[in-house]
């Protein structure tokens, strides 16, 4: 068929000295014409982290008082949304446009919008291995959660990304994705995101798979 879908969903939970639980989700949508691929991806991933402080009270260490108190916040919040549309120009050569959000309350970016066209080049296009490069220019919004003085919530920028896949094995495959996307007005608020995956399929429908996500903003 021509279109693909993949879900999945992570859950962490840690006890001790301090209590965190992590849940993610995710999930990549792809459909493919004879010269176009339209391809839609959505995630997120939220942290709350209870730590504990003890105090003791008393005259002596013989008769003494523990105080326990607890405080919950939340140490990570990231969700995201993504639309790329590439069509062919050559075998090698496509246009694309794309629209990415995301939003991130406790880096203090309430919203981010981001449009993008450009060129990309497939390096290497093989069964097993493919390899494409994109560079591209387009336009940013930004709501933060405080507004600041001299803050700037608009602008022009020009991107460049590298799409790398490798299968391996029957049922085994790496997948490395990195974006990063510079303003034309500052040179230093450059944002990168870069992201890695191992999967291993265990059924037709079913794979497990372990990951790797990184994101710098240089000027937050």
């Known amino acids: 068929r021509p279109w693909t879908d993949k879900a999945s969903l992570s859950w962490v939970s840690v006890d001790g000295n301090a209590k965190s639980q992590s849940f993610g989700f995710a999930n990549e949508y792809k459909y493919t014409w004879s010269d176009a691929t339209f391809a839609f991806n959505a995630g997120g991933v939220r942290v709350n982290t209870t730590t504990f402080n003890r105090a003791a009270y008393g005259p002596d260490l013989n008769n003494v008082t523990v105080q326990q108190s607890e405080t919950t916040a939340t140490t990570a919040e990231n969700y995201y949304a993504n639309l790329r549309y590439d069509h062919n120009i050559t075998d090698h050569l496509l246009w694309f446009g794309s629209a990415a959000w995301d939003r991130n309350v406790p880096s203090g970016i309430d919203s981010r919008t981001i449009g993008t066209a450009g060129l990309s080049y497939w390096w290497i296009k093989e069964d097993r291995t493919k390899f494409r490069t994109d560079l591209g220019l387009g336009y940013t919004k930004i709501t933060p959660v405080l507004d600041t003085p001299d803050f700037q919530d608009s602008f022009g920028t020009w991107s460049f990304g590298a799409s790398f896949e490798k299968k391996f094995l029957a049922a085994s495959s790496f997948t490395s994705n990195l974006q990063v ?40």
């Open 181 to 220: 996307t510079d303003s034309l007005k500052d040179s230093k608020a450059y944002l990168g995101v870069w992201q890695n995956a191992l999967t291993v399929s265990m059924s037709t429908h079913l794979a497990l798979q372990v990951g790797y996500n990184l994101t710098y903003n240089n000027s937050p």
